[in-house]
């Protein structure tokens, strides 16, 4: 008789090695080897699962595919909507991630309580139904739209959906369903990979709108090593600062829609509401007497935001002086100074930087450097810049200031707010606004 072979494999992701490993090279996992014994290709057979009614089907022709309606049922919730590109699609496959306790679980609810007309079903792994229901009542819904199973076997889960039909089936979360044909632990990436494999087939071949919760690890990936991000069709991230109320829900990708849109939200004691103008929102404390204080405007998918730059510059107690950033790159900022410092003649030397961006969001558009070596030269001066002024420019490392794009929309929103100055690059696209406008090549003409 043959002599059995000995395998290892982790248990985190299913990587198989003839060798005991410490460290897993496919998941990066410490310590996951398990001693198996292989059974010829028993392994691959045992975790296939049904998951279609239908045998093989042959090649179409593309003139011959049939187009889908691609109808967008609108969740009557329009931050949501503007995110998803106009509303839910039929069948379509949707990944929501972000920090436990941001909001997804809520933002869930919500859906199902302003869409009545929705059969939802829920696939609740990480609560029970009546801390649920206590959320609801909590934000005033009845939900007799919303159906509660607290089963979290993935085959259970699969044969309720196909029994109820719903319109749209949330499955909170992907982390906490489990296939019972696996020895992986639930939230494992063998066990994510294979339900949510199971997950897309109920979305594309039942037409069952699915979208998963899924917790975002601590490298920043939504569960695990970026498996879930290929398999559907968006993905959206739940974002913001626990200990500011506003969130941000991001389409970082879309089929059906632009990605990269932005919709806001503030958690309030009654749940997630919308903010329709987040300007307001990020401007609402500002306090343009002090100095450091500068505003910009950011683009956040197709959307001009108004927000507040803040700099802190103070003599340094330290022999090396700090430079700290919040909400901002921290590298730009070093070159930011630099640029002033050569550029503009300022000197920082001895000097500790603080710059934070007000309400904690977090920026990565260029246009925001003109505002934010202005609340720089600000600080330094101790000269709050004029009342209801914008900035809006790169900064280049000649200290020149480069044109940036929405030019139009980011002076409209301006203008909207009752800016009265804006300073900004020369640009012909600038049109007529209600504002005085003080194009500026170089720095040191945009800081005077
Ligand atoms: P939750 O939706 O459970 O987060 P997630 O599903 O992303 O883990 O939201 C939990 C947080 O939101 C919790 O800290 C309480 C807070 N919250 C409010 O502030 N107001 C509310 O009306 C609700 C329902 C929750
Ligand atoms: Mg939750």
């Known amino acids: 008789m043959a002599k059995p072979k000995i395998q290892y494999e982790c248990s985190a ?73 106009g509303g839910l699609i039929d069948g379509s496959f949707l990944l929501l991630g972000g ?14 309580q302003k869409c009545p007309n929705l059969k939802i079903l829920y696939i609740a792994g990480e609560e029970s139904a009546s801390q649920i229901k206590q959320r609801a009542d909590r934000i005033g819904m009845n939900g007799e739209n919303l159906l509660i199973y607290n089963n979290t076997d993935v085959q259970n889960v699969i044969s309720q959906a196909r029994k109820i039909k719903p319109d749209l089936l949330v499955v909170d979360s992907i982390q906490t369903v489990f296939s ?13 990979r294979e339900c949510s494999a199971m997950f897309q087939q109920i979305a594309k071949k039942e ?92 683009m956040e998918g197709s959307r001009p935001i108004l927000i507040e730059i803040q700099a802190l ?17 921290q590298r730009r900022l070093s070159l930011l100074i630099a640029v002033l410092e050569k550029r503009a003649a300022m000197s920082f030397a001895g000097q500790d930087v603080y710059l934070n961006v007000a309400g904690g969001l977090k920026i990565n558009d260029t246009a925001a450097d003109l505002a934010v070596v202005a609340a720089l030269a600000s ?38 707010m009752g800016f009265k100055n804006a300073v900004l690059p020369i640009s012909d696209t600038a049109g007529t606004y209600n504002m005085t406008l003080n194009p500026a090549d ?3 003409k945009a800081l005077k």
């Open 13 to 85: 992701c299913g990587h198989v090695s003839p060798k005991w490993l410490g460290l897993c090279p496919a998941c990066g996992e410490w310590h996951t080897f398990e001693e198996k014994i292989s059974e010829k290709k028993k392994s691959s057979k045992k975790h296939k699962v049904d998951i279609s009614n239908s045998d093989e089907s042959d090649a179409v022709a593309l003139k011959d595919v049939k187009q889908s309606k691609d109808e967008k049922i609108s969740t009557n919730l329009s931050e949501f909507d503007r995110v998803l590109g």
């Open 99 to 112: 920090d436990p306790g941001i909001g997804k679980s809520t933002l869930m609810l919500q859906v199902a």
């Open 180 to 192: 019972s044909e696996l020895s992986s632990l639930p939230g494992s990436v063998q066990q994510i």
């Open 207 to 298: 037409g069952i709108t699915t979208l998963m919760i899924g917790h975002v690890t601590k490298e920043g990936d939504i569960a695990g090593p970026r498996i879930l991000e290929h398999m559907v069709d968006t993905v959206l991230h739940f974002e913001g600062d626990q200990s500011q109320l506003h969130r941000l829900l991001r389409g970082v990708k879309n089929r059906f829609g632009p990605a990269n849109e932005v919709g806001v939200f503030e958690m309030r004691d009654t749940g997630l509401h919308e903010v329709n103008n987040p300007s307001d929102l990020f401007l609402a404390e500002m306090n343009s007497t002090v100095s450091g204080n500068c505003v910009t405007c950011v």
């Open 313 to 329: 510059v103070t003599p340094s107690n330290y022999s090396t002086p700090q430079r700290t950033a919040s909400g901002f790159d």
């Open 379 to 416: 600080s330094l001066k101790d000269e709050p810049v004029p009342e209801k002024s914008l900035y809006i420019g790169e900064v280049g490392l000649g200290g020149e200031v480069r044109r940036v794009p929405f030019l139009k929309q980011r002076l409209n929103e301006a203008e909207k």
């Open 442 to 444: 170089h720095l040191m």
